[in-house]
């Protein structure tokens, strides 16, 4: 058995960031090969210049495949070469059979007419490898998600494949799936094919992989033999940096408690069976910075949607409190009467009408600030405006710049200045920094500072750990929709919140 | 660096806007241009007669009116495909509770917008509380009503309408001067709107310049407002030597001014943009959409029904093909006057100025006596050459 894959130096660049830094990976014919590291360490970028979404030509370094070097200019190339790629976000039709699915734009066919006897004899062949009793006229919407993630795999069986990459593939699984599909992979090894496995679950990982490389920061890290294989080791490998001074100085002192959840619960809106929150509760005080830490899909922005309005999820089952009584936040606009502001994750698609002006996009959510018997007074909307531009620092040439053309960083000042206007008691910011340049933050935490300074209670949910650990007061660690610990400052490590995190 | 880029953007865009406001409004004045030349040179007569300029409010008015709900239905990013079934259904009802029914005119108009209210509130709840596509939902409902006209009238002509019926489409403002040859109450009321039009943008100018905005020159200010004023005080002039003021001119200027008021000042008007421009992020900054996209199908239901009273007091008759056709020419209006289909954005005086584009081209063309078959190929290729004008000078800038 030799060397299937050998990626050498690879670098990948984009606008402003360098998401690679020479990485090596190398992977064994036959092996299960894990890849592990934190979100936005570079482990998709790194898989989709393997797999050609970014062509050759794109990136720097040499990717060596099956004993030649391969050069691919899209994605077409790399799956006639047996190289598949499952990405978290399934790929599939839902309104189509599973054997229209396991054949898409690979139809089993003759001049443009289907042969249906064959593609179904086919399909009930891949059905059987993968273990899946379906009839393959079945639709996939009918299937639960770990049916569906055995269907993507089976159709990579039908492509042939050799190299089969799963992007976090247990991911949004129950444990009983999961466990079936890592006994899938184990089969397919024992049939020579080679897999990559992206995953954050570190006990799975341990399970199945004979070599895990770790990546942190776009750079390879180590990559760790079957025998030397543990947990803590992973997670050292993981976290390992520096924290220099990357974050603004406060004095902190937290005042008395401002909001307090209870027994929070909440049902997923489309499976009314699936518990997304399970049994929450946690406070926040006056002035202090309150952390929600969590892997992606651990539930902290169904979490803070549904608080906010019940803007997620149905079933929803729990006690708010702001400053010791309880409120009504059933809708949106409760929610914010009652002192509550919620900065989306996704300020693009959530947080912002790019289309419009800055000053039209402050006053959004309380227009009334600036009306009088709902007719809109220009001239404070303008006002209003100009004070936010100078105290968030907004960089612009006017307050009538359409907010399509700043940066990410103050399109965020924005959409911030949008929730102050409202005045807020308890601010949840979610993910408040990301897609932001390193300036750009420094200036969204010591705003977040300033925020606790007045006495606002300030809730951050984030991926990234440094950031958890410099800005604040006490971090919760979220794991599949339940608070799994509570850390103070002093308490709180990278390594602390991984265990708690990964062992849960 | 990236503050300069956006700086130049910024002011660019600021220019497109202009441009595209005033390239409609030097499309209207082209077209009108064209006609005056060709309709003189080929039958040698006034294409700007009094009589003429009167018909062309009589004839357009209904499009305006439904444009203008039309235009807050496509901003909060719906259509509605029933308006001309709703507004022959109105007209229907109108026959029937004043001709059948014997109601005293004054009951029955008030009477028949609450019909367009209920239609309206019918089909925006399927659209705002159920999710039903709204192109769906009113296509059904151009069906039901267009049937549901034929039913009330039994296929038949109703008609005639007494004088106090008609006066709602054919009646002119008296002249309060008493002067009467010519009205002086139009040559007053005219110079008046377009001495405020020049007041009111104006002062929207010193303001802006008082914060700094990007300006468009101030002679391109002056030139596009003298010949805003001018035109206005040619029809004002025209239309008093004729009979006056028409009454649906009238209803439809003080509509118009109200919905410009309403979409620019107000803050529902502000949250309907804002729901056209991101659903999610204004439902999430504590916008009620639900209810705002309700009631933007309410307030279409009544201007159809309005709309549709007009057209029957002018023919005179309900007939059971009252307003068939009529929401293309009020869609294409919305579109020729800049609204983007993805909703968000449109103003109000863009599809005023769309609806007499199209007004004009289908009075012109009758006049030159240019056969339905080609007048729909050109009025078809106009809407199409206004849209590719839009996404042109979108993807330039």
């Not at chain 2, 009094?50 to 496509?74: D, E, H, K």
Request: proline letters at 3%; one cysteine or more.
């Amino acid at each position: 058995m030799g060397t299937i894959l050998e990626m050498r130096a690879i670098s990948k660049t984009f606008p402003g960031v360098r998401a690679l830094d020479h990485v090596n990976l190398s992977v064994q014919e036959g092996e299960i090969h894990a890849l592990v590291g934190e979100n936005g360490a570079g482990k998709s970028t790194l898989m989709k210049v393997l797999s050609g979404v970014y062509p050759h030509g794109t990136y720097d370094g040499e990717i060596h495949y099956s004993g030649a070097e391969a050069k691919f200019a899209g994605i077409h190339d790399s799956e006639a070469k047996g190289i598949i790629i499952i990405h978290q976000e399934l790929a599939l039709v839902p309104l189509l059979s599973i054997a229209e699915n396991l054949f898409l734009g690979n139809e089993v066919a003759q001049g443009g007419v289907i042969n249906w006897p064959e593609t179904y004899k086919r399909t009930e062949t891949l059905l059987a490898k993968v273990g899946l009793h379906e009839p393959p006229t079945a639709t996939v919407d009918t299937l639960g998600v770990g049916k569906q993630q055995l269907i993507e795999i089976a159709k990579a069986l039908a492509k042939d494949v050799r190299l089969l990459i799963l992007d976090e593939p247990t991911a949004a699984l129950q444990e009983n799936d999961s466990q079936k599909l890592l006994d899938l992979l184990l089969e397919l090894k024992a049939q020579g094919i080679t897999s990559i496995l992206i995953s954050h679950k570190l006990n799975e990982v341990s399970r199945v992989a004979d070599n895990i490389t770790v990546i942190r920061d776009g750079s390879t890290v180590s990559t760790i033999p079957r025998a030397e294989i543990t947990e803590d080791r992973i997670i050292r490998d993981m976290v390992g940096r520096d924290m220099a001074h990357r974050y603004p100085e406060r004095d902190r002192h937290p005042g008395e408690v401002s909001m307090v959840v209870k027994d929070w619960n909440v049902f997923h809106p489309e499976h009314k069976d699936r518990q997304v929150i399970k049994n929450v509760n946690f406070n926040v005080r006056k002035g202090e910075i309150v952390g929600i830490a969590g892997l992606m899909g651990s539930g902290r922005t169904e979490l803070a949607m549904s608080l906010f309005g019940r803007s997620y999820g149905r079933g929803i089952s729990g006690e708010i409190t702001i400053g010791g009584k309880p409120v009504d936040c059933s809708t949106v606009v409760k929610a914010v009467d009652s002192g509550l502001a919620y900065v989306t994750e996704d300020r693009k698609a959530l947080g912002l009408v790019l289309d419009e002006p800055i000053q039209w996009n402050i006053s959004l959510a309380n227009l009334a600030g600036i009306a009088v018997n709902g007719v809109i007074n220009r001239m404070k909307e303008q006002d209003v405006a100009e004070r936010y531009r100078k105290a968030m620092n907004i960089r612009t040439p006017s307050v009538f710049q359409k907010v399509v053309n700043l940066s990410g960083g103050n399109q965020q000042k924005v959409v911030l200045s949008k929730w102050l206007f409202t005045d807020p008691q308890v601010l949840i910011l979610d993910e408040p920094t990301r897609g932001i340049d390193v300036g750009a933050k420094f200036e969204i935490y010591g705003l977040m500072n300033r925020l606790a300074d007045e006495g606002r209670a300030v809730v951050m949910i984030s991926s990234e750990m440094p950031e958890l650990l410099g800005m604040c007061d006490r971090i919760y660690v979220m794991n599949e929709g339940e608070l799994v610990g509570e850390l103070t400052a002093a308490e709180a490590s990278q390594e602390r919140i991984m265990s708690l995190i990964v062992t849960h | 660096m990236t503050d300069q880029t956006a700086g130049t953007t910024g002011k660019t865009s600021g220019m497109n806007v202009n441009l595209r406001e005033n390239g409609m409004l030097m499309a209207l004045v082209a077209i009108v241009v064209f006609f005056v030349i060709v309709v003189r040179a080929m039958l040698g007569v006034d294409f700007l007669s009094a009589q003429n300029i009167t018909n062309l409010f009589l004839q357009n008015s209904y499009v305006v009116i439904m444009a203008l709900g039309m235009l807050l239905v496509i901003v909060a990013g719906h259509i509605d495909l029933s308006v001309g079934s709703v507004a022959g259904f109105a007209g229907a009802v109108a026959a029937v509770l004043v001709l059948d029914w014997h109601w005293p005119v004054w009951a029955v108009i008030p009477a028949v917008l609450v019909v367009g209210l209920v239609i309206g509130g019918a089909q925006g709840y399927w659209v705002a509380y159920w999710r039903i596509p709204s192109f769906i939902v009113t296509l059904a409902g151009m069906l039901v009503f267009r049937g549901l006209t034929m039913w009330l009238l039994g296929g038949q002509n109703i008609g005639p309408f007494p004088k106090s019926f008609q006066l709602l489409s054919t009646g002119f403002v008296p002249d309060v001067f008493g002067v009467d040859k010519p009205n002086m109450t139009a040559i007053v009321v005219i110079a008046l709107a377009a001495a405020a039009i020049i007041w009111i943008g104006w002062r929207a100018r010193q303001r802006n310049e008082a914060y700094g905005t990007a300006q468009e020159p101030v002679g391109v200010f002056w030139i596009r407002n003298l010949i805003v004023a001018g035109a206005l005080m040619f029809v004002g002039y025209k239309l008093a030597s004729f009979r006056g003021l028409p009454n649906v001119l009238v209803v439809m200027a003080v509509l118009t001014v109200l919905y410009a008021f309403f979409t620019e000042a107000t803050t529902t008007g502000r949250r309907i943009y804002a729901i056209g421009g991101n659903l999610k992020a204004a439902k999430l900054s504590g916008i009620n959409t639900e209810m705002l996209t309700f009631l933007t199908f309410v307030n279409m239901g009544v201007l159809a029904a309005l709309a549709g009273m007009i057209v029957t007091a002018r023919l005179n008759s309900a007939t059971p093909k009252a307003g068939v056709g009529f929401e293309l020419d009020v869609i294409a209006a919305v579109f020729i006057g800049g609204a983007s289909m993805s909703g968000g954005s449109g103003k109000i005086v863009g599809v005023v100025v769309g609806a007499f584009i199209m007004g004009v081209m289908n009075n012109g063309m009758s006049i030159l006596g240019i056969g339905i078959d080609y007048q729909q190929v050109i009025k078809g290729l106009v809407l199409l050459a206004a849209v590719i004008f839009d996404v042109y000078n979108k993807s330039k800038s």
